[in-house]
């Protein structure tokens, strides 16, 4: 709901409901009911701190499936998979002499 002479407003927010409690808007998920605007507001708070924490700890590797130790939401694959070589390897392409694209035909 907007307010006549005020523009809409995006992302995560604290409103007052019909019922004079408080909730967050703009969420993926329905808050709960608060009191006051200050409970509402600390949970958001809350909320955000988790959703913007580095995700650190085991994960599975993306090309091998092995479980690994991830630094973070941009570590998908162990070690090991990450230095196997070039993209090329790993599709059975080779490239050839003479600097051209590479192709999936080997010739002897």
């Known amino acids: 709901m907007t307010r006549p002479g005020k523009p809409a407003l995006s992302g995560p927010r604290v409103e007052r409901m019909w019922n004079n409690c408080f909730q967050v808007m703009g969420l993926r998920h329905l808050s709960p009911e608060f009191r006051t605007r200050a409970e509402a507001e600390a949970w958001l708070a809350r909320e955000l ?60």
């Open 49 to 108: 701190a988790k959703r913007d924490a580095p995700k650190v700890g085991p994960r599975p590797c993306l090309r091998c499936g092995k479980t690994f130790h991830s630094e973070g939401v941009h570590n998908r694959m162990c070690n090991p998979c990450r230095g196997m070589g070039d993209a090329l390897g790993a599709y059975g392409l080779v490239p050839q002499q003479d600097g051209r694209k590479a192709s999936g035909i080997r010739k002897h």
